[in-house]
């Protein structure tokens, strides 16, 4: 096709010289490089500087393409457009000089354009670059066609396996009754007895007379009442606790085998009890139960991760009861000793968590190259050259306190991803991955000007760390859709890895496959001993009240700055770490501008420290300077409260505090992986805005059960807020609908208990796929994630202690 009949294509006669006038217009901007959001920004301002119709800026076909276009970048006279025609597809454009032809081009020679014009301005091919290209390993798995699935692997997977039972019956009836004979817990046979049934034949012969022989049996009657008959055909113990349950578990089976659906894969695997010991992997931050929260590098993924622990453990204790097996489940979080540890416990080697029977915190130090213990806390973006014999260490201690080897590992954000990449090869271990946050997207241009940020961030190691772990991993989950794929107009963090450049290290032209099924959205839930509706009150400790009123409105004490002229207004507050892009300071800044929100409502701040000289971490001294800055510039005296982060313990009831003033609770980041503020805030009943980068999207429904802003600027995110602040004026229960609108949305979708199910559920159905099909197909992908782990990650993390 002619470049020219590429543009009809495009963008019909009537609007392409819009088209080609905003594009002279961009290049006017002196930008070299533009993301969708400036791209947008852009385009509604050249439409109102040309008079056009009100709906031309969206529903015009040149509005409609460039909603779709995530990046522009402008090299010398010419324009690349990449064009994100449908979720995670892609086409490229080049733009002629004179803007009448187009011509698509390759994403090698997209990211050749990149490294030239971006980063050296030397128009040349770069094809010397090292080029990693995963794609040609991943046809050991089968591919999702529609986009739409993406997020959905267990259910496509179950299909897919279902399907083979059917068409290949002998092949993969064997590997499932194989499956079923290997599982043994702390050395007790299950499910089937080797000795007793050696055969297929046997087996089905022997299912088929019991489950006659289990329908002439009352189905509450204990397991341990029919034990020894069920041992004398074969049946060991993990079928079910009572005569109903195994009759059910062993039907299940039975239809496997002759009348396979997708479903009863799913249904019959999730009963096997299968998993005993968790290892959970999160090696940064300060990771306790106390005295953490708001530290650097310690957040939301505490929460996530105690949070999680409890449920997990309270469903293994559940199913191993309906299992019919006397069996003690651990979890073990596996987190690094930090000796200087201030008034927190992280220089403990061992700690119980609070709200469980047999799950602990075990804490391994890092070594410097010397084999010296690292006494101080370290980013999380300098702890590359500790993960290495951090992992080793791992191995050793998890197998002592395990007494072998755990079922499930479960890696948490890049280093814990990474740490359990290493040992799910070194142990054979399914291995499930959890980002919590992939950088790439948080730091605009991160891949482009690495070598500018590697001296503070080491994205380099970073995204090498996180490629291997995404490709390595046996099954990952995120807690959006977006996470993985993004929206109609906006990149995906998953996505962002299918191709880029970090120029003068590597080319990446086929990253990560988000149509292999190996990614499922399995959203967290909220602890709802702590975060529950306001409106409950016979639940509220009345002194925990009185304190927290006081504490949040009015005292004056050493460790918060600000008061309150009119205490009574609504508040706005928000509650986060202190560093840039939890943006923070925006919404000061935002609040600051903006006269109405002002005069109508106070900003109440709970954020890192209000002492500079108490941070260690530079980024976080810089918001800290810059709160300061703003609050004056704004005259904010007597209209702000700034006070230190808030304990875990104490965050449900300063929710319901701010709820109780007719509050609202405000999630400024510029992006927000998924927002875990965001469902305990709405838990708790406070109309909640967030970003419309990030989770926050898929939990909030905009305009019902909360609100979604433009956080990228401040003015865009003061006008959001009081869009909804004003509207009291004109419906006074606006206020109550929204509030019980988005306790209702988290008590429907967001619960720790379907977590947990869904959860133990993937790991059982990729390890039964792990080991009928899978590993061999691996291997290739194996072998070349071992190079780059020690050709190229390994030595560039070793030279950073240098």
């Known amino acids: 096709m002619s470049p020219t009949n590429l543009i009809s294509k495009l963008i019909p006669e009537a609007e392409q010289q819009d088209f080609s006038d905003f594009i002279y217009y961009l290049t006017g901007t002196g930008s070299k490089y533009l993301l969708r959001n400036d791209i947008w920004l852009n385009w509604l301002k050249w439409c109102r500087e040309n008079d056009k119709e009100s709906d031309f800026a969206e529903n015009s076909a040149v509005g409609r393409f460039l909603a779709r276009v995530p990046e522009m970048l402008f090299p010398d006279s010419i324009v690349l457009i990449l064009h994100r025609y449908t979720m995670a597809r892609y086409n490229i454009y080049r733009l002629s000089a004179d803007r009448k032809q187009m011509q698509k081009i390759s994403v090698n020679r997209y990211l050749d354009y990149k490294d030239a014009y971006i980063c050296d301005n030397t128009p040349r091919s770069n094809r010397d670059a090292l080029e990693l290209d995963f794609l040609p390993f991943s046809d050991y798995a089968p591919t999702i066609k529609n986009v739409k699935n993406v997020g959905n692997g267990i259910s496509f997977l179950n299909r897919y396996m279902s399907s083979n039972l059917f068409q290949k019956p002998e092949d993969w009836g064997r590997d499932l009754f194989e499956f079923l004979r290997i599982h043994r817990i702390n050395g007790e046979q299950l499910l089937v007895n080797p000795d007793i049934l050696d ?277 990952i989950i995120t807690s959006t859709y977006q996470e993985i794929a993004g929206t109609e107009t906006r990149f995906g963090q998953y996505e962002s890895y299918q191709f880029y450049t970090m120029p003068g290290l590597y080319q990446v032209v086929n990253g990560i496959n988000l149509f292999n099924p190996k990614f499922n959205v399995v959203p967290p839930g909220v602890d709802e001993d702590n975060y529950f509706p306001y409106t409950e009150t016979h639940r509220r400790s009345a002194s925990q009240q009185a ?87 704004h005259d904010l005296q007597g209209h702000i409260r700034w006070l230190p982060s808030v304990s875990k313990a104490e965050t449900g009831e300063v929710y319901r505090i701010i709820a109780d003033s007719r509050g609202m609770f405000v999630q400024p980041a510029l992006f927000e992986a998924f927002g875990l503020t965001v469902l305990e805030a709405m838990q708790c009943g406070l109309p909640t805005f967030g970003p419309i980068f990030g989770g926050p999207s898929e939990i909030i429904e905009d305009g019902k059960s909360g609100y979604l802003l433009n956080t990228s600027q401040p003015d865009l995110m003061a006008e959001g807020i009081w869009r909804f602040v004003s509207g009291f004026a004109e419906d006074p229960d606006k206020w109550h609908q929204v509030s019980e609108k988005g306790m209702a949305r988290i008590r429907e979708k967001y619960t720790w208990a379907r977590y947990s199910h869904k959860l133990f559920s993937l790991t059982k159905l990729y390890g039964f796929w792990r080991y009928t099909e899978s590993r061999e197909g691996m291997v290739k992908l194996d072998r070349y994630c071992d190079l780059l782990y020690h050709l190229l990650l390994k030595p560039r993390a070793e030279a950073m202690e240098h």
């Open 199 to 475: 055969s297929l034949d046997d087996f089905l012969s022997a299912l088929e007379e019991t489950i006659d022989d289990l329908g002439n049996h009352d189905e509450n009657l204990p397991h341990q009442k029919l034990k020894p008959q069920l041992k004398s055909r074969g049946f060991e113990p993990g079928w079910g606790n009572t005569a109903g349950r195994i009759r059910e578990t062993m039907s299940l089976l039975h239809a496997l085998f002759y009348e396979p659906r997708s479903a009863d894969l799913e249904n019959f695997i999730s009963r096997v009890p299968m998993i005993s010991k968790v290892a959970v992997l999160t090696p940064h931050g300060w990771f306790a139960q106390e005295n953490v929260l708001g530290k650097p590098d310690t957040g939301g993924q505490v929460i996530y991760i105690l949070d999680q622990v409890r449920a997990l453990e309270a469903h293994m204790i559940r199913e191993f009861e309906l299992a019919g097996i006397d069996v003690t489940p651990r979890v073990l979080v596996v987190t690094r000793l930090i000796p200087n540890s201030g008034n927190t416990t992280c220089n403990q080697p061992k700690e119980d968590i609070i709200g469980t029977e047999h799950a602990y915190i075990l804490r391994i130090p890092f070594y410097d190259s010397q084999g010296a213990i690292v006494q101080d806390w370290v980013s999380r973006f300098k702890i590359w050259p500790y993960l290495d014999r951090f992992a080793r260490d791992c191995e050793r201690e998890l197998l002592a306190e395990f007494e072998g080897r755990p079922d499930l590992i479960i890696g948490n954000y890049s280093d814990g991803n990474l740490v359990a990449t290493l040992l799910s090869d070194r142990m054979n271990v399914i291995q499930c991955t959890i980002a919590h946050a992939l950088e790439k997207t948080k730091y605009l241009f991160s891949d482009l000007y690495w070598k500018e940020m590697e001296k503070d961030y080491h994205f380099s190691c970073q995204f090498t760390a996180d490629l291997l772990s995404m490709n390595k991993s046996d099954f």
């Open 547 to 633: 304190y927290w009123q006081t504490r949040l409105f009015s005292e004056q004490s050493g460790d918060v700055h600000g008061y309150l002229e009119n205490p009574d207004k609504p508040p706005l507050f928000t509650m986060a770490r202190l560093d840039r892009i939890k943006n923070i300071t925006g919404l000061v800044e935002a609040f600051g501008m903006h006269p109405e929100l002002k005069k109508h409502c106070n900003l109440v701040v709970a954020a890192g420290t209000i002492h500079i000289e108490n941070s260690d971490d530079a980024e976080e001294q810089n918001e800290i300077r810059r709160m300061y800055e703003l609050i004056a510039a």
